[in-house]
């Protein structure tokens, strides 16, 4: 009981110096006060509230994170993951963190607009490199005569057979068709892979996107492959969140008949 009341006053202490202002006295006590109650929730989010007041948001982040592994998905920790990846536009990870705030409160406004808002986000983060990245085609590129300089890293191109006009050349019958121009079949992969990912089937284009980096090492096919695993992740969460939301649902719906 002595410990108990003990904490409890320390508790009331810190407090009062954080309604006082006093941002940087209260985090100086409050660590000292947290090495006698390491296990006190509440002592912890007030150091916490200390040092979003002081602008400490990398420290209090490391302090979120171990609170979150320390109490599990605690609501009001949540809400700081949440909100304090959001101030710093982690984006992925703050939707992370809401959407797990929602499933455990469905009727929070705050974080069924962040949601929606941060969903907005991406998907136009993403559209937005992919439309930075597009390939320009030039119509002296394809005109008869104009030979297109091939990418960085590509094989090079297959010796050109000339005929001469004083002498007859025979060129012997190929038995195999002659390998495509790498423009011509870079052309096409590029297209179908666009194809495909505005269709939703991000496994065929990324698949297409890395044969081509692989291939000609450009940056653009690079931070296309990244765009798409981002959008990956984010699907996969997505789905994951559902689950459980339908499944929360249905523990509900039946109450107490579930045994």
Do not use: C
Not at 49 to 77: C, P, S, T, Y
Not at 95 to 107: A, P
Not at 146 to 158: G, T
Not at 213 to 232: M, N, P
């Amino acid at each position: 009981m002595a410990n108990f009341q003990n904490e409890r006053e320390q508790l009331a202490q810190l407090e009062e110096l954080f309604q006082q202002k006093k941002f940087l006295a209260g985090l100086v006590q409050a660590d000292e006060v947290i090495r006698q109650f390491p296990a006190s929730f509440q002592l912890r989010f007030l150091k916490i509230r200390f040092l979003r007041e002081l602008k400490k948001d990398e420290e209090a982040m490391l302090q979120l994170r171990e609170m979150h592994g320390m109490f599990g998905d605690n609501i009001l920790v949540l809400k700081e993951l949440a909100d304090l990846n959001f101030q710093q536009q982690k984006l992925p990870e703050s939707l992370l963190y809401y959407k797990k705030l929602l499933f455990l409160d469905s009727f929070n406004t705050v974080a069924q607009e962040r949601v929606k808002r941060l969903q907005g986000l991406l998907e136009a983060s993403v559209a937005s490199k992919l439309a930075d990245t597009q390939v320009e085609l030039h119509p002296e590129d394809h005109v008869p005569g104009n030979r297109a300089v091939p990418p960085p890293h590509a094989p090079p191109p297959p010796p050109e057979i000339t005929f001469d006009s004083e002498t007859e050349t025979v060129v012997p019958p190929m038995e195999k068709e002659p390998p495509r121009p790498v423009e011509d079949l870079h052309f096409e992969t590029e297209s179908a892979a666009e194809v495909y990912f505005k269709q939703g089937l991000y496994g065929e284009a990324l698949a297409i996107y890395k044969n081509l980096f692989e291939k000609t090492g450009r940056t653009d096919f690079f931070l296309k492959i990244k765009a798409i695993l981002l959008l990956q992740r984010t699907d996969k969460s997505n789905q994951i969140i559902e689950r459980l939301q339908k499944f929360l649902q249905l523990i509900q719906q039946r109450g107490s008949q579930i045994v």
